[in-house]
């Protein structure tokens, strides 16, 4: 009775985790013209389309260089932030976590509104330079974050051993320390990637004519078009994010680290 039950939650949980995906990927290969489930009949068409619309080639590379280059910054200044706030006792190293995580825990659209307000318009700052800065701090603290549990499970006096026998402390960061946390580098990568790449509320205050990511550009096009497109998008968006993660896994070795 009990493995019964239990088969039965897990195969509601995996139906509410995987349904929705389902649907998206059923609408996009309906061959209707207008978005609907079940899909009316099956076709390619849509998909065809996406590749066709210069506003979704446009924001996409704005998304990409977003989130590549603003995770890229995160941990150029996350993983120094993270290892001097886990192997030293920091006069405010409370206050500095606590300031580092607060774009996690504050919502997204008063990050945005405070960005727009304090950051934009005192200085003047062009869509794209404000764009890229707002998706940098929204990374960082997720930077911070797993890269301060890579050092807190290595053990220090691996680093100490080095600089006894002869490394310089420079020198045992980067020969000693980074190869044993390059999993968590990897993981605070993708995490940052990922959700930069889907970041909405901050997008949605700082977007502005002619420079717009794609998930602002899918919600500007679905209100005035009702066709299977941004399903079709969406599939392919979810698709590029589990292939993302199989080509870590089959290059990097990432389970091998964790």
């Known amino acids: 009775m009990n493995r019964t039950l239990s088969t039965l939650i897990l195969a509601a949980l995996l139906v509410f ?8 990927v ?7 013209d ?4 079940p899909p009316q009949g099956l076709s390619l068409k849509w998909i065809a389309k996406v590749f066709t619309v210069e506003s979704f080639r446009d924001s996409f590379i704005m998304s990409m260089i977003l989130a590549v ?8 200044l996350g993983v120094p932030a993270a290892y001097a706030l886990s192997r030293y006792k920091l006069p405010f190293g409370e206050i500095v976590n606590t300031i580092v995580t607060l774009p996690i825990i ?17 200085f003047s700052f062009s869509i794209g330079v ?30 100490e051993a080095a600089v006894l026998l002869g490394a310089t402390r420079l020198g045992a960061f980067f020969k000693v320390v980074l ?4 999993s968590g580098i990897l993981a605070a990568f993708i995490l940052g990637f990922v959700t930069s790449f889907n970041q909405v509320p901050v997008s949605l205050f700082l977007s502005g004519p002619g420079v717009r990511t794609l998930p602002i550009d899918m919600l500007s096009y679905m209100e005035t078009t009702y ?16 292939g993302i993660v199989f080509l870590a896994e089959r290059f990097l070795g990432f389970s091998r680290y964790v």
């Open 17 to 24: 985790l995987i349904g929705p995906f389902l649907i998206i």
């Open 26 to 32: 059923g609408a996009s290969l309906s061959a209707g």
């Open 34 to 37: 207008t978005l609907a489930f």
């Open 69 to 76: 280059g603003g995770t890229f910054v995160a941990l150029l």
């Open 106 to 122: 504050v919502p997204g659209i008063i990050v945005g509104l405070a960005l727009l307000r304090y950051l934009v318009v005192p």
């Open 130 to 159: 404000a764009l890229f800065l707002a998706h940098t701090a929204l990374v960082l603290p997720y930077t911070v974050r797993v890269v301060s549990s890579s050092f807190n499970n290595l053990r220090s006096d691996m680093e």
């Open 179 to 182: 190869p044993n946390i390059q």
């Open 227 to 242: 066709d299977p497109s941004v399903a079709a998008l969406s599939a392919l968006l979810a698709l590029m994010s589990i």
